[in-house]
């Protein structure tokens, strides 16, 4: 596609349920990302992928924060029995070399 | 610890005012700079990757340039279109044992220009 493609656009969820969100990135674009961006805090480095290796997991808050990503495209982050203060912008980014794309990103909240 | 500090945290100016947004940081080894805009509801949007000391970039009314320890970000005459949030990060280098592929983004600068 043109763009990085995320969804949903918005999701509420009750504390404890598992929620999925998706990223489809521009194509061809080898690494791919995933952000976090809370209520006046800057961006949150979560995770990042390599093809559909992630040589980089080390800002994966817990244990119940998990994403995989498949075919060195879409890419999937995984919120296991979700917390309220989970509830965040979760965003999206894919780069060929040099400059991301950023998704429109996933609104979550967690009532 | 690879930290971006931004400031003013919000700037509001009056069109064609100029002004400049600030950015510091501190990386053991810079790989790039990045400035970015955020319009509400929507994700950053590429604006400048900055490589080295003395480098400028420039795009329409904005002009980054970049020190040792800090970034500038000028905005000449500006429009009440140019009015978002503008984030900054940095990348580490490879090898600098920096940590994270990612980028470090700082808080951003509000800024708001009224017509």
């Known amino acids: 596609g043109a763009g990085v493609s995320q969804s949903p656009s918005n999701k509420v969820t009750e504390k404890g349920k598992d929620v999925e969100l998706r990223c489809d990135p521009i194509s061809g674009h080898t690494a791919l990302y995933w952000y976090r961006q809370s209520l006046g805090q800057g961006l949150e480095f979560l995770i990042y992928?390599?093809?559909?290796?992630?040589?980089?997991k080390s800002g994966l808050p817990s244990d119940r924060f998990s994403a995989e990503r498949t075919g060195g495209s879409v890419s999937t982050l995984t919120i296991q029995r979700t917390q309220q203060e989970d509830s965040a912008v979760y965003l999206c980014?894919?780069?060929?070399?040099?400059?991301?794309?950023f998704g429109s990103g996933t609104r979550l909240t967690v009532v | 610890e690879d930290q971006v500090t931004q400031s003013p945290e919000a700037l509001r100016l009056q069109e064609g005012e100029s002004s400049s947004l600030n950015c510091s940081y501190t990386?053991?080894?810079?790989?790039?700079l990045f400035w970015y805009r955020q319009d509400p509801g929507k994700g950053p949007e590429f604006l400048f990757t900055l490589y080295s000391a003395g480098e400028e970039k420039e795009k329409e009314r904005l002009k980054a340039t970049l020190t040792k320890k800090e970034s500038f970000l000028h905005i000449t005459a500006p429009k009440p279109e140019d009015s978002a949030t503008y984030l900054c990060?940095?990348?580490?280098?490879w090898g600098s044992g920096g940590g994270a592929d990612g980028l470090t983004f700082g808080k951003g600068t509000h800024l708001i220009i009224q017509p």
């Open positions: 990060a940095v990348q580490a280098d």
């Open positions: 980014a894919s780069s060929f070399r040099v400059g991301y794309t």
């Open positions: 992928f390599q093809g559909n290796s992630a040589p980089d």
């Open positions: 990386v053991s080894g810079l790989r790039g």
